[in-house]
């Protein structure tokens, strides 16, 4: 029946489903009923254990992927403690246990009762007990109120640290945007993410397919050994000798490439030589890039790992820079302030022992008194009688409470006798007929119990089975989903490229229009036209310019040779000039020269 279920497309099996046809329900009930606890499990933990799947970019948000992360922690946390409550459940506590553990903590609850009713009759004989157990009472809720604040600051602690943590990521964020804005020139940033770029469809287009094409070369060849039977010495032997063969024949070819000589082979070898080395250097440096990475990446964990466990033992961070220094100084403050403190210490401890040695010194004076006061009973013939008086003193004024008491607890016990009395046979007249229809109900109570498991089983087994196949469809729905979005996607990449390709094909019309038209200026608003005319405009520039290159080096040598006769000429002028000063000076020296209305004597 279940191989017809197999062999049954879809939309028969699903109308049998609606219709209700035997022969698709009953083989389902069959295979739900076989493996009802197994599918009861499994629907409990696919209740809690089928992860959403969140799309990417709304995980760029910080909530969300806090939220995210808190929810796979809370599925590892219930799978950890499913598969402890399943060791519990297999390891073998039987009921006989229990029910003696329970037996013997009633036994322990009415021993308690009884050394609670024990000590209350003993404490109903202290004096103000009813005072004492209100401060007992007050006591316990004040230590009740104490765990509970422990508890909520125990809780805050916890949240503290989440905020610290969370606090921690969003400065390390902040210190890596920084660190990429400090050189946030848009060349380098473009420069930074080409290399990433080329790094990544490195690793993506050759390194990982050759990695990927090897361990399938050698999934391939680990299954063929495996598919192969076992071999004996002689296989081995046949193998070796075949592996010897072709060792050879390889040899020979080598030998027979070498006799060839070619030179254009020979510079290929070189060419391939080079290309392979720089191919591996190209793969180690990857390699040690990807370490380094790695190696980064499992630094920066350890450094959070030893900064919460710096924060675990002493509840603080470590302290840097500024931070650091303010701790100093508040210490220091506070060393100020220990210092007062000590010394108020110092002076309240003077002060103590003051006050014990007047305290010695009034005991002493008390102690002679007392003697005093012995010797002068002695000597009247009445000694001890204060201390008795005093004595009886006390004892009557407690045997007149002890009376009061007595008195007062009797009265109180008498009515509360009657009082319990006369409740106990009301609440008997009033229960009697409730009692009887609560009989009645009780047993319609196990009866609608029984019928509502009977329900409750039916339902469970088939809500498992519906929502199995409720989560199949799901899977459906959701691969028939990304190849619609793949299908899209591909739809406007070929719209895309369709339009350039238009585009493309409207300028090469519009060209070709231009450049058959009779009308001139069409022509020339042809790209072929504009170009022609360009390379015609730039040749004729050549040209002249090798003219002019050409006049240039046939007058360099003579120009160059007038330049150095003019140099020559200009250094003659400059040494005859030099020559008639010299003259000229030695010529008016003892001469009287008049210049602008002044004499002037020149030794």
């Known amino acids: 029946m279940m191989f017809w279920l197999r062999s049954t497309p879809r939309s028969t099996f699903r109308q049998g489903l609606v219709i209700g046809s035997k022969p698709v329900i ?18 409990y933990l696919a209740r809690f254990l089928i992860k959403l799947e969140v799309p990417s970019e709304f995980l760029q948000d910080e909530t969300v992927a806090d939220t995210n992360k808190q929810y796979e922690e809370l599925m590892e946390a219930f799978k950890t403690l499913h598969k402890e409550c399943e060791q519990l459940k297999t390891s073998g506590f039987s009921t006989a246990e229990i029910r003696r553990d329970i037996s013997a903590m009633e036994e322990e609850k009415d021993q308690l009762m009884k050394r609670v009713e024990r000590l209350k009759k003993r404490v109903e004989t202290v004096q103000n007990h009813q005072r004492m157990l209100k401060i007992a009472r007050q006591l316990r809720v004040e230590k009740e109120r104490e765990e509970f604040l422990a508890q909520q600051k125990q809780e805050q602690k916890n949240q503290l640290f989440h905020a610290v943590q969370r606090l921690q990521r969003v400065q390390n964020q902040l210190k890596s945007m920084r660190h990429a804005a400090a050189d946030a020139k848009p060349e380098s940033l473009m420069k930074r993410l080409e290399e990433e770029i080329k790094f990544n469809s490195y690793m993506v287009t050759e390194k990982f397919p050759k990695e990927l094409e090897s361990k399938k070369k050698e999934l391939h060849f680990l299954q063929k050994v495996v598919s192969e039977p076992a071999m004996g010495h002689s296989d081995l032997l046949e193998l070796e000798s075949k592996v010897n063969e072709i060792n050879t024949e390889i040899n020979q070819l080598i030998e027979k490439k070498m006799m060839r000589n070619e030179p254009i082979e020979g510079k290929l070898s070189l060419y391939r030589q080079q290309a392979s080395i720089i191919s591996r250097k190209k793969e180690a440096k990857a390699e040690e890039l990807q370490e380094t990475k790695e190696k980064l990446a499992s630094l920066e964990r350890e450094v959070l790992v030893k900064t919460n466990q710096t924060r675990e033992f002493d509840g603080t961070e470590v302290l840097k820079g500024d931070e650091f220094k303010r701790y100093v100084s508040k210490l220091r403050s506070k060393s ?20 014990q040695r007047t305290e010695e010194l009034l005991k002493q004076r008390q102690e002679t008194i007392q003697q005093q006061l012995h010797t002068i009973e002695e000597k009247k013939g009445v000694s001890g009688y204060s201390y008795t008086q005093e004595e009886l003193e006390r004892v009557s004024a407690l045997k007149s409470e002890v009376d009061e008491m007595k008195g007062r607890t009797l009265d109180d016990m008498s009515e509360m006798v009657k009082k319990l009395n006369s409740l106990v046979s009301e609440k008997k007249s009033a229960l009697a007929p409730v009692i009887k229809e609560l009989r009645q109900l009780r047993q319609k109570c196990q009866e609608l119990t029984q019928e509502c498991d009977e329900k409750k089983a039916q339902y469970d087994s088939c809500a498992a089975g519906l929502e199995s196949n409720r989560s199949k469809l799901e899977q459906e729905v959701r691969g028939l989903h990304e190849e619609c979005l793949q299908e899209e996607s591909k739809y ?84 005859k000039k030099q020559c008639f000063l010299k003259q000229q000076n030695q010529a008016s020296i003892g001469q009287v020269i008049q210049e602008g209305g002044e004499d002037r004597l020149v030794l």
């Open 336 to 355: 100020t302030v220990f210092k007062k403190k000590h010394q108020i210490i110092a002076e309240f401890k003077a002060e103590f022992g003051l006050l």
């Open 26 to 43: 009953y083989p389902v009930l069959h295979w739900l009923l076989q493996r009802s606890n197994e599918l009861k499990k499994r629907a």
């Open 492 to 575: 406007h990449y070929t719209n895309c490229v369709i339009k350039n390709l238009e585009v493309q094909l409207r300028r090469a019309t519009d060209e070709m229009k231009a450049y058959v038209s009779s009308d001139q200026q069409e022509k020339r608003k042809a790209i072929r036209e504009q170009y022609t005319k360009n390379i015609t405009e730039q040749e004729n520039l050549g040209k002249k310019l090798r003219e002019k290159q050409k006049a240039v080096r046939e007058s360099h040598g003579p120009n160059m040779k007038q330049a150095k006769m003019w140099r020559d000429l200009e250094r003659l002028m400059e040494c």
